[in-house]
């Protein structure tokens, strides 16, 4: 079993359309959890980190259920601009605490 | 501005011969990372470093060295033992170990012909 699964998509989703992202993990013990953003061929970048009473950055609210080790992100109000694959990241435990990347889910939003 | 600079963005290496992807970073960062990202996948850990002159294995090391002589740079090399090299490497930095935030670069995408 992977440590981080996501529905690989593509969800194809209209300008305007409400999507929702989800993710599992393996690990009980893992600390931190994170959504990252990556474009076609470019380097992922943080789109936010994700808490136990949920968080919210504009179009954005990620939810973190640690009983049943799920992470999710939804979009609202989706823009062409919000077309990327999307990676959860989660911070496990032990000797050396390192990020360990979902394979991600794409998301293509149309006119 | 700060940032972290991969070079060349892309490179093509014949079967056989080892190639250096170059990773270097003025953000003052002491953990940085190597990771391999394939179609489909997640990235995967190849080595990591928390200080300099010091590097530790990932998940994926094999057919992989790297050094970090100083702070700045850490340079990954490909070697001739790596079987399926072609893929897109991304280097990264953090403040330090454990930090949260990462920041990539802008990636090398390395093809075998």
């Known amino acids: 079993r992977k440590e981080v699964e996501q529905d690989p998509g593509p969800f194809n989703v209209p300008e305007g359309a409400t999507v929702a992202f989800n993710c599992t993990y393996s690990?009980?013990?893992?600390?931190?959890f994170f959504w990252y953003r990556q474009d076609c061929r470019k380097e992922p970048k943080l789109l936010m980190s994700?808490?136990?009473s949920g968080n919210e950055d504009g179009r954005f609210t990620a939810q973190l259920n640690r009983a049943s080790q799920y992470i999710s992100l939804l979009i609202r109000d989706s823009k062409l601009s919000d077309s990327a694959t999307y990676l959860c990241?989660?911070?496990?435990?032990?000797?050396?605490?390192?990020?360990?990347f979902g394979a991600g889910t794409r998301l293509a939003v149309h006119p | 501005d700060g940032g972290i600079t991969q070079s060349p963005k892309y490179l093509f290496r014949k079967e056989g011969q080892n190639v250096t992807l170059s990773c270097e970073q003025n953000?003052?960062?002491?953990?940085m990372y190597w990771y391999r990202q394939d179609p489909g996948q997640g990235l995967r850990l190849i080595y990591y470093?928390?200080?300099?002159?010091?590097?530790q294995k990932g998940d994926i090391a094999e057919g992989y060295s790297v050094s970090r002589e100083k702070k700045e740079s850490f340079p990954l090399t490909v070697t001739s033992a790596q079987k399926n090299p072609t893929a897109f490497y991304l280097c990264a930095s953090s403040i330090y170990r454990d930090a949260d935030g990462y920041t990539f670069g802008s990636g090398t995408r390395l093809t075998v012909v």
């Open positions: 990241v989660v911070k496990s435990s032990g000797g050396y605490n390192k990020l360990i």
């Open positions: 690990n009980s013990a893992s600390q931190s």
């Open positions: 994700v808490y136990s």
């Open positions: 953000l003052n960062h002491d953990a």
């Open positions: 470093s928390q200080i300099v002159n010091d590097f």
